[in-house]
Every structure is written in structure tokens, then in C-alpha cells.
């Protein structure tokens, strides 16, 4: 059987077939009426419906002519619903008889059965298949009726569809990066993160609480306190917070003994640097524990008080100058408390912790808490001993009194150790109270002091002499009652007229023409090289901030006159320690050590530490220190001499008066400078004193020689020296 064409059936007459076989939809094929019951034609008649929802075969005349007649072009049938086929086949064949047996009617007149089908037209198989005529392509312009129909084109190639297995892939891989990527973030939040977020509102609760580290103690060599913090309280003030200024003021006034105006003051509102209001300053620092109580009792708004630190001295005065003091914030500012500052002071702690706000402005049950626990500082001891510190003290306060704006300075080493075992100064101050005192009370004299030394320096003059072999214990030599020099005379208090003078005699009465002969035969450069040796022109690292150095004249600057001066201890810059240490090397046997006040410092565990030892070196030969100690025993036993008020009653003592000038940046101050430096027992010796006393109005040689006698008494005393089993040699002035 050949296919069916896709092509609608045509009859003989090239028009496309109906529904029906014998006429047009809807009129009976026998009676030619329409069918009244049917209404609407069956599915052919749908497929006849063109794309401009009309039938090209519309009409109602059976028949072939009549089929000719009614034929219509598209247009030619627009008043008529152009829907109307479709909705009967869309309507379901009502009225109609189906395939599937739908529903028929008579004809009253014939008795017949009218069925309409709703099926594909087919050609009956009694009647002979008609073909339509093949159209003749001819060199006319076809007429309207011939023209083929048109071709229809090939429908378009649907596009290409996407791949939904593809999709839902790609679509799975989107979402699970995107969990990912949001658990990633999870966890960043929630561990690396954590910490910033959490701090994030912590700021604002948070309040840290300094906790100051105990500063050490400076003790004397044998443990008693010179200086020690106790714990103390600091009063303050939150200004926001305070509600009645004056009222505070005047309540809080005699408890802390300061004027209620200048406690007003600090208690008015107030915006730090930041722009941030003041919710915090101080009132009193230091207040004891009893008194913060009483304060606290009140209950004043805006006022509280905390820990603090409150540095003592027991001694008030005692070694003021030696010890120096600190600020309020337990900081050393002056004296040995500034020098070993990095030692006394401690490493502070604090603690940190929630609090609430406004009323409940109290810390937080479970809330963050972290405590840093304070580091106490070390503590320091001191070769200085206490007792005869006070003595000390007190006798140069008490000869000091018998010359008004005077300056004086006492240091006492030990010989064989270098240790300052005492070192005083006047004026003093009470170290508990600086502020009150002027700042030139506060200088500690032994360091500070620089001085022209003048007598006290032939001993060194000798010293190297004797060294070097330019004399003997027993030289002698003409001594004239002046010397010239450059263009300056020297001369001598005690004259020789040219005499002969034992170099014991020319100590005693203090030549200053014996001495500068010496000098000549010694030279120039080696006596500035025992200078240096003996511990001038560099300070010792006693230990005390701000030592002056003292000054040595250079070889290049000399002059004439200057062979002259040197010698006897002008044009020489030093500090009453310095000459004490160079001093106590003659008592030492020749050996210089820097003198030292520090003896060992102590751990807050207790562990003791023991300062290093000090530099050491030999100047003069132990004979030839013996043999200078036994010439300047003369000073105080040769009748006349001029340290006979320094002489120590049962106890050999040698030592040199001097009389020199006070130097303020190198320029000399009015009045003099007199001093005495000894040792005692001679034979053996112990212990060195210096006393340098200036004053403007003069005087001063009449204080230093007995003010020594009473602190060397008291020293030899104190430590229980011996007397001298021997007395002191007798010496010949003139031989």
C-alpha cells in the first residue's frame, strides 16, 4: 500500500475533501439539509482549517457545481467565526456520532439514520481514486485558480537543548562551594577571629589596676635600714562622679592637711589631652592606711583611695645627701637612690578585670580577670655604717656653726678595703621631705665639692719624690724664705731665712719653697704622672650621679709660674674623695683602691650578691709609704706645726693641713678652703679622714684640724682600735 500523502485529498475537481462524502458539513448527504442536531462539522473539517483559522471549502450546496460555486479563498469568509471549526473539534463531536459510537438521530421524513463522523476522509473503495491533474508550466502568468499550492518549507531545526545532567552537576558543584566557602568562614570566625569579636565590647568594661612592685631597701654594712618603702595608700578623686566640690573639699581638708581651695581644684571637671573627661587624679599620695580608713568611712562620692607606696627615712637627715630621694611614683631622683634605681625598683604588676557601669561599677562574678603579679625590687647595703655616719654628721654640723654660709665635707675610708664608712655634707636636708629644702642643701659636698686643694697636695709631691729617689726620710737642704717663679713669688709662712730644713721640718710648717725645690728635681712630667696615679683628674665611680671629675693642668699648658703653683696644689682641681682616696693609698701600705659604697645588693629571694672589686694599683713602695707617713707625723707632734689641733690623744696620727680656694666653673669663689686629711694609728694605719671646710668669710683653718681629732676619736673608738704602744719619733726642724 503507498503512504498517504501529508497533502489533504482532492477530488476530481481539485478541491480538498470534506468530512462527509456526499456534501457540505452539516447538511444531510441524502435530503441536503442541514443537520439540525449535529450543528458542527468533525475533525476533517478542522484539518481543512487553513492558518488563517478558516476552511477553504465553506457552504452549504451539495453537489459538484455547487462545490465549485461555494469554494472561498481565505479572505473571502472574514464575517464568519474564524475559530469555529477548532471549537467543534475541541468541543468534543457534541451532537455528533463518534467512532466510539456517540450519538444519532433519525430523519423524521425518511426514517433513516444520519451519522456524522468524526474520522479522516478517506476514498470510498467503490468509487475509483481520483488524481488531481498535473498543472503545465506554460509561458502565461498562471491565473489564481491554476497556481500550486505553497510549498511547504522545511521546519526549522529545533535548537539544541542544554544537557540537564550537566545542569544538575554544575548546579551541585555551585552549592557545595558555596557551603564551603561559608563553612570556611565558620570556623575563621570561630577560631581565628574569635579573640577580636570577643574583645570587641570589652573595651568599655574592662579596668586595670596597677600593682606597684615594692622598691628595695639601701641599708647600712651591717643591716640597718638608711632608706625602705612602706605600704601607704593614695587618695583620688573621679571628678565625674564627685557631687559637691566644696563639701568634699572641706571634709576630706584635715584628714589629709591640705587646703580644702587646693583640693577643690583638683576635683573640678576636667578633659584629658584626648577629649575624654578626667575620671581620675590624685589627692594625696603616701597617706597611711589608718587615715585612708577614716577617709573611706565618709563615703564621699567620686572619692576612693587605693594601694600605694611610701618611700621612709628613718634617719631624716641621716646620709641624706649620700642617699638622695625619690618622686612620688617611687623613682630615684637624686643621690644613691638615682644611681641604683634600675636596682631598687621592681617591675610593676597590674590586674585587669571586668567591671560594670554606672551604678555597678563593680567587678564581674566570671568575668575576665588577669593578674600580673608585681616583681619587688632588690634591695642595696652600703659600706657606709650607720652610727658613725651620725657622728660624723653631727660634729661637721656642729663645727660648721661657727661660720655662717659655709660649705663643709667629711668622708671616712677604711685603708685596706677602700670602703666609705662615712660621707657628709653641709648644709643637709631631711631626705623624707626634699621639697622643702633648697637644691644646694641637697649636693652631696664629697663629690660635688671641687676645690683648689692646695697644702694637702704635697704629700703627694713628697710621695713621688721619694718614689723616684729625689729624697730620703732624712734629706735636708737650705730652704729661702721665697722663691720666684715665672712672674709670681711663693712664699713661706714659717721662714727658714735660708736655712737648712729636714724634709720631716718642711712638712711640718708646710714649705712652700722647700716643696717647689723638691718639684724642680723631680720634674714636671713625672709629677703629673703620680697625679694621675694617686686618682686626680678622673672621678672615682664611687657611685654617687653627677661626681665631678676634677681637673689635672696639661703639660702643654703650663707655665712658669705653674712650676711654682702645681706643686703645692694650686692650678689643680679635685674633690674632697678624691684626695681622701689618694690619701688613704699612703695609709695603704702605697696601693691605691677607688674607694666604694656599695658593699653587696639582695634578691628579692634573698640571695646576696657581692659588689665587684675594685680597681687596685701600686703607687709608692711600702717603704716609702712608711717613710712618708713618718714625715707627716710631724704635722701633728712638732711643736708649732700647723696640724697640731688634729692630734688624737693616745693615738699616732699623720696627716697635712691645706689651704686652698672653692672653684665654681673654673672661676675661684670668695674666701678659702680649709682642710685636713689624716690616718690613724700611723704605725699601722686604719682609717682615713678628710675634712674640707669652705668659707667665705675665712676661718676655716680653725674648724677642719679639731673637727677631724673628734671624728678620728670616735672612729678609732668605735670600730675598738687599739692605742699606740710606741709614741711618735721627734723630728729635727733644722738640722
Known amino acids: 500500500m503507498p503512504p498517504r500523502s501529508e497533502e489533504p485529498r482532492r477530488d476530481a475537481e481539485g478541491s480538498r475533501r470534506g468530512s462527509s462524502r456526499g456534501g457540505p458539513r452539516g447538511v444531510s448527504p441524502r435530503t441536503g439539509e442541514r443537520d439540525v442536531e449535529s450543528g458542527l462539522g468533525g475533525i476533517s473539517d478542522a484539518r481543512a482549517y487553513t492558518p488563517r483559522g478558516r476552511s477553504i471549502r465553506e457552504g452549504g450546496v451539495s453537489g459538484g457545481a455547487g462545490r465549485a460555486e461555494q469554494r472561498r479563498t481565505p479572505r473571502s469568509n472574514r464575517s464568519q467565526d474564524p475559530f469555529r471549526p477548532a471549537l467543534q473539534v475541541l468541543d468534543g463531536g457534541r451532537g455528533t456520532a463518534g467512532r466510539s459510537g456517540g450519538p444519532t438521530r433519525r430523519d423524521g421524513g425518511t426514517g433513516r439514520v444520519t451519522v456524522t463522523r468524526s474520522v479522516t476522509d478517506r476514498t470510498p473503495r467503490d468509487e475509483p481514486a481520483v488524481t488531481a491533474p498535473r498543472r503545465r508550466v506554460t509561458g502565461r502568468e498562471p491565473r489564481r485558480g491554476d497556481r500550486p499550492p505553497p ?139 589608718g587615715r585612708a580608713k577614716e577617709i573611706m568611712a ?41 644611681r641604683f634605681d634600675d636596682v631598687l625598683h621592681g617591675e610593676d604588676g597590674q590586674r585587669v578585670f571586668e567591671v560594670g557601669l554606672g551604678d555597678l561599677a563593680a567587678p564581674i562574678p566570671g568575668g575576665y580577670s588577669r593578674t600580673t ?11 657606709v655604717d650607720r652610727d658613725l655616719q651620725y657622728m660624723v654628721q653631727r660634729i661637721l654640723s656642729e663645727q660648721m656653726q661657727q661660720v655662717q654660709g659655709s660649705t663643709g665635707a667629711a668622708v671616712v675610708l677604711d685603708a685596706r678595703t677602700g670602703e666609705v664608712l662615712s ?10 621631705k626634699p621639697t622643702a629644702s633648697e637644691p644646694t642643701d641637697r649636693e652631696d659636698a664629697a663629690t660635688s665639692f671641687v676645690v683648689d686643694p692646695g697644702s694637702v697636695h704635697k704629700a703627694i709631691t713628697f710621695g713621688a719624690a721619694l718614689q723616684e729617689g729625689v729624697i730620703t726620710a732624712d734629706t735636708s737642704f737650705p730652704v729661702a724664705n721665697g722663691i720666684r717663679k715665672g712672674d709670681t713669688w711663693f712664699r713661706d709662712s714659717h721662714q727658714a731665712n735660708g736655712r737648712r ?190 675634712v674640707f671646710v669652705h668659707s667665705p668669710s675665712g676661718g676655716g683653718g680653725q674648724i677642719a684640724a679639731p673637727a677631724f681629732r673628734e671624728m678620728m676619736t670616735f672612729t678609732l673608738r668605735h670600730f675598738k682600735v687599739p692605742p ?5 719619733p721627734r723630728f729635727t726642724v733644722f738640722p
Open 423 to 432: 660621707q657628709a655634707s653641709h648644709p643637709t636636708y631631711n631626705a623624707a
Open 724 to 728: 699606740s704602744t710606741e709614741p711618735a
Open 501 to 690: 730644713m729636714s724634709v720631716a721640718g718642711m712638712m711640718a710648717y708646710s714649705s712652700n719653697v722647700g716643696t717647689i725645690q723638691i718639684a724642680d728635681k723631680l720634674g714636671a712630667e713625672r709629677l703629673l704622672d703620680y697625679q694621675r696615679r694617686f686618682g686626680l683628674g678622673k672621678p672615682t665611680e664611687v657611685g654617687m650621679p653627677g661626681e665631678a671629675s676634677g681637673r689635672l693642668l696639661p703639660l702643654a699648658e703650663w707655665s712658669d709660674s705653674s712650676h711654682g703653683s702645681v706643686p703645692i696644689g694650686h692650678s689643680v682641681d679635685a674633690t674632697p674623695l678624691q684626695m681622701a682616696a689618694a690619701y688613704a693609698a699612703i695609709a695603704n701600705d702605697g696601693t691605691y683602691i677607688r674607694p666604694h659604697l656599695l658593699k653587696e645588693t639582695i634578691a628579692p629571694d634573698g640571695k646576696r650578691t657581692p659588689a665587684a672589686e675594685p680597681e687596685t694599683r701600686q703607687v709608692l713602695s711600702p717603704a716609702n709609704a712608711a717613710a712618708l707617713r713618718t714625715i707627716m707625723e710631724a704635722v701633728t707632734t712638732v711643736e708649732g706645726a700647723t696640724g697640731v689641733g688634729a692630734a688624737v690623744p693616745g693615738y699616732r696620727v699623720a696627716g697635712k693641713t691645706g689651704t686652698g680656694w672653692r672653684l665654681v666653673d673654673g672661676k675661684k669663689q670668695p674666701g678659702e678652703v680649709a682642710s685636713f686629711i689624716g690616718m690613724a694609728p700611723a704605725e699601722n694605719p686604719r682609717y682615713v679622714i678628710a
Open 151 to 289: 510549498r511547504r518549507r522545511k521546519p526549522p531545526r529545533p535548537p539544541r537543548l542544554a544537557d540537564p545532567g550537566r545542569r544538575l552537576r554544575l548546579g551541585t558543584a555551585l552549592t557545595l562551594a558555596l557551603f564551603v566557602a561559608v563553612g570556611v568562614r565558620l570556623v575563621v570566625l570561630q577560631t581565628v577571629d574569635t579573640p577580636a569579636y570577643a574583645d570587641g565590647g570589652r573595651a568599655d568594661r574592662i579596668k586595670t589596676v596597677p600593682l606597684p612592685a615594692p622598691r628595695g631597701a639601701i641599708y647600712d654594712r651591717d643591716g640597718a635600714a638608711l632608706a625602705h618603702s612602706v605600704e601607704a595608700r593614695y587618695v583620688y578623686a573621679d571628678p565625674t562622679r564627685v557631687e559637691d566640690i566644696a563639701g568634699t573639699a572641706r571634709a576630706l581638708s584635715p584628714l589629709l592637711g591640705m587646703p580644702a581651695s587646693e583640693l577643690a581644684e583638683k576635683m573640678k571637671p576636667r578633659k584629658r589631652i584626648n577629649g575624654v573627661d578626667s575620671q581620675f587624679e590624685y589627692l594625696a599620695r603616701g597617706v597611711d592606711i
Open 298 to 338: 565618709l563615703k564621699l562620692p567620686g572619692i576612693a583611695t587605693a594601694r600605694d607606696e611610701r618611700r621612709e627615712v628613718p634617719g631624716g637627715d641621716l646620709a641624706a645627701n649620700l642617699i638622695g630621694f625619690t618622686s612620688l611614683d617611687m623613682v630615684g631622683l637624686e643621690g644613691l637612690e638615682a
Open 373 to 383: 603579679k608585681a616583681k619587688p625590687g632588690s634591695s642595696v647595703v652600703l659600706t
